[in-house]
């Protein structure tokens, strides 16, 4: 059983940055392919972004190119999802959530899901 714990998450003012976190608390960290998804009030849980097990490969959302960067350390079992120039849409709680398949970006391909950290923008 795989259990991640997101941190990083807080207020930020429209046009900001902030940097997630997600620690696993599994040895073979490495062999997990990692994404980030995002809930807001009232909206469905969507995708925003994936990485391979060996960080060589990522996969936006569309609306998050360009914005965000997602990124893996293997060596400390955590993957980030960096944020820059942050709207007032993108105030959601974000989940990070951890597959065995060798690449996923639908929500019911991932088996292991954190307990999700709050973002909120202010504009």
């Known amino acids: 059983q795989v259990q991640l714990v997101e941190s990083g998450g807080g207020l930020v003012q429209a046009g900001g940055s902030l940097r997630l976190s997600c620690t696993a608390s599994e040895r073979t960290f490495s062999i997990y392919t990692m994404g980030w998804f995002r809930q807001a009030p009232g909206k469905e849980r969507e995708f925003v972004a994936t990485?391979?097990?060996?960080?060589?490969?990522?996969d936006y959302a569309n609306s998050m190119k360009g914005r965000f960067t997602i990124s893996r350390d293997n060596a400390k079992n955590t993957v980030y999802l960096q944020m820059n120039s942050l709207k007032p849409e993108d105030t959601a709680i974000y989940y990070c959530?951890?597959?065995?398949?060798?690449?996923?970006?639908?929500?019911?391909?991932?088996?292991?899901w954190g307990q999700g950290t709050q973002v909120t923008v202010s504009s």
């Open positions: 959530a951890a597959t065995a398949r060798r690449w996923a970006r639908s929500m019911r391909e991932y088996d292991y």
């Open positions: 990485i391979s097990w060996g960080g060589g490969t990522t």
